[in-house]
């Protein structure tokens, strides 16, 4: 059966990577992302290589999904088109890398990464909820390897609400048979999550962590994704899955 799959940051890194799994395996597939050309080329881009062998497709949805009126306006067009969701995948996000002295500059900080991290997820979530398939849809939620052990401060604060809010999501969605489950990935290459930010000492001491001894791709992201949006894990639900090479163990 082909899907309906709606990825949020699904114009670059992470997001892109699960936005092709699922084009390639037939599915049409919505993206969203604030930077139009971003996601346009990408939608474009996935298109091409999906379609002919497998038909699938992809769509692009610009929207600032840390913007409540936009959310609603991207919400109502993607509810006006589709008639049912299958999947749902909050990808976005980021870390604030703005200075932080004073302590209204630390406030405008935190409030940057909640809003990025937590509140794209939730008012997405919460606009195309009405549409997701009972039984059946699926909820996948991005969080962090930072939420389990620390480390990045208001993000890692942002990253932890979005495994509390996931099991409460799980909570009350379970009964319609709508599983929600969490990713938490370790350190990713290939994306612009760390912007300028990573030196090679940086990226030599976060793959020293793991235990296969390499930086995680955004394909194996994608493939955890994309066995949460399957069939097959219709009996996982409230859980984080955690995609790091072993930097974390357990949990
Ligand atoms: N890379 C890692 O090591 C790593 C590790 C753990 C968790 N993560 C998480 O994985 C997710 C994807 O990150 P990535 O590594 O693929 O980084 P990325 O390349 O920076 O991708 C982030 C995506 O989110 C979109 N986005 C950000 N804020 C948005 C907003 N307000 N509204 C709409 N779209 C927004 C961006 O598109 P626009 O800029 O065009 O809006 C972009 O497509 C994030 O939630 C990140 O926190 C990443």
Redesign the pocket.
Same mark, same amino acid.
């Given at each position: 059966m082909k899907r309906t799959v709606v990825v &949020? #940051?699904?114009?670059? !890194? $992470?997001?892109r990577a699960v936005a092709r799994s699922f084009a390639m395996s037939g599915d049409w597939v919505i993206i %969203?992302?604030?930077?139009p050309s971003? %996601?346009r080329d990408a939608a474009e881009a996935l298109t091409a290589e999906a379609s002919s062998p497998h038909g699938g497709r992809v769509e692009a949805y610009p +929207?600032? %999904? &840390?913007d409540p009126d936009s959310v609603a306006a991207v919400g109502s067009e993607i509810i006006s088109r589709h008639s049912v969701i299958d999947v749902l995948v909050n /990808? +976005? !996000?980021?870390?604030d890398r703005q200075a932080t002295a004073t302590l209204r500059e630390i406030a405008d900080s935190w409030l940057r990464d909640f809003r990025? /991290?937590v509140l *794209?997820a939730v008012m997405l979530t919460t606009a195309l909820l009405p549409k997701l398939r009972r039984p059946g849809g699926r909820v996948i939620n991005?969080?962090? $390897? +930072?939420a389990l052990r620390g480390g990045g401060g208001s993000y890692t604060a942002a990253?932890a609400a979005v495994i509390g809010w996931t099991y409460d999501l799980a909570r009350s969605l379970g009964k319609e048979g709508i599983t929600v489950n969490a990713v +938490? @990935?370790?350190? $990713?290459a290939g *994306?612009? =999550? =760390?912007g300028t930010s990573m030196t090679p000492e940086r990226h030599q001491r976060l793959v020293s962590e793991t235990l296969d001894g390499r930086p #995680?791709t @955004?394909d194996d992201v994608a493939a955890a994704v994309y066995f949460l949006a399957s069939e097959q894990a219709s009996h996982l639900t409230g859980q984080i899955v955690q995609v790091n090479g072993g930097a974390v163990l357990g949990r």
């Open positions: &949020s #940051g699904g114009g670059r !890194g $992470i997001g %969203l992302g604030r930077r971003v %996601l +929207a600032d %999904l &840390s /990808n +976005a !996000g980021g870390v990025s /991290n *794209t991005m969080s962090s $390897i +930072a990253k +938490a @990935p370790g350190y $990713i *994306t612009e =999550f =760390f #995680g @955004p």
